[in-house]
């Protein structure tokens, strides 16, 4: 899969570029999220056709104020979930939600994500301005995270790999996959490439369904003029040897990042070379969760029952 800056041509009113025109309908995910998820949720609402939020059991309280918010406009629709079902899981009854109201986009996003107070419009003028018409687009995500930078991914040799600043100085990038929040799908490319893979229940669910996408034909960019502020893993750190910030999860994610590359891995999702791209990924996160992360004899449970899932085939929630 070959990445690198867009080379093609903008072209106006190629597809449908106008939020007036369009039925963008916002599918959030929210799991015991902060109280700013209010303002998100407005700020989602101002800019699309409808929101459906869909809650992981987030505890009562919560779910009374985001039953609350969605009881004041008809636009508005909550889904609680009486167990955690996974993000994939989410976003898919989410989606159909939307399809029911008749969207022709759906915009994915999490509950702790900042989106600009243009950024759908802005990211439907630049899906109708290329050519030929992108199954998806996303904002350039930047983590809120002391250390953090952007969460741009190219494709590379050896796996997809953090976008260099001239490659981010363009109108739209091609990228292998779009980090979930923000990302604008055409319903389209939906129905053609199918939903979300659910077996994964967590991480690389955005990876997943991208590759899918770009096997189906369809090209993915980032819109590097439309910036969006999110909040990934549980902190960063910086180890001198390495310029980029390590994302550290809490340590029931481990499991689902071994369970789930292996997994990819062993179902041909990734090319030869980026099959061993990630196991060399692999070998290296699972040794600085057992080495360098605290709580590490969690870790290593958790590392070796996830790799002990994906050898057997199991999938799921854990």
């Not at 899906?127 to 996303?138: D, Q, R, T």
């Not at 060399?280 to 590490?296: E, G, M």
Request: hydrophobic residues 45%.
């Amino acid at each position: 899969m070959a990445g690198g800056a867009f080379t093609g041509e903008f072209q106006e009113g190629a597809m449908v570029a106008s939020a007036a025109q369009a039925s963008v309908y916002a599918v959030v995910v929210t799991y015991h999220p902060e109280e700013g998820v209010v303002a998100l949720l407005d700020t989602l609402a101002a800019q699309c056709a409808g929101v459906v939020v869909v809650d992981n059991a987030s505890d009562a309280s919560t779910v009374a104020v985001l039953q609350r918010w969605a009881s004041a406009d008809s636009a508005r629709e909550l889904v609680a979930l009486g167990a955690n079902e996974g993000i994939a899981r989410a976003q898919n009854i989410g989606i159909e939600r939307a399809l029911g109201h008749g969207a022709t986009h759906i915009l994915l996003s999490d509950d702790d994500s900042e989106p600009p107070l243009s950024m759908v419009e802005d990211l439907l003028t630049a899906m109708g301005s290329i050519s030929p018409p992108p199954g998806a687009v996303g904002p350039l995500v930047g983590e809120m995270k002391e250390g953090g930078d952007q969460l741009v991914y190219v494709s590379r040799r050896w796996g997809p790999r953090r976008a260099r600043p001239d490659e981010l100085a363009t109108q739209a990038l091609r990228v292998p996959f779009v980090i979930a929040s923000g990302c604008l799908i055409d319903v389209r490319c939906l129905k053609r490439v199918g939903l979300m893979d659910e077996s994964l229940f967590i991480d690389h669910v955005d990876l997943e369904w991208g590759l899918r996408a770009g096997a189906h034909g369809f090209a993915l960019y980032v819109i590097p003029g439309v910036a969006m502020e999110h909040s990934l893993g549980d902190a960063t750190t910086k180890l001198w040897w390495r310029a980029q910030p390590i994302h550290i999860h809490a340590p029931v994610r481990t499991y689902y990042l071994v369970r789930n590359t292996i997994a990819l891995i062993r179902r041909g999702t990734f090319t030869l070379p980026w099959a061993l791209g990630y196991m060399l990924w692999l070998c290296k996160y699972t040794a600085f969760n057992a080495i360098l992360a605290d709580r590490r004899g969690e870790r290593i449970r958790q590392m070796t029952l996830g790799a002990t899932h994906a050898l057997r085939g199991r999938s799921g929630p854990r």
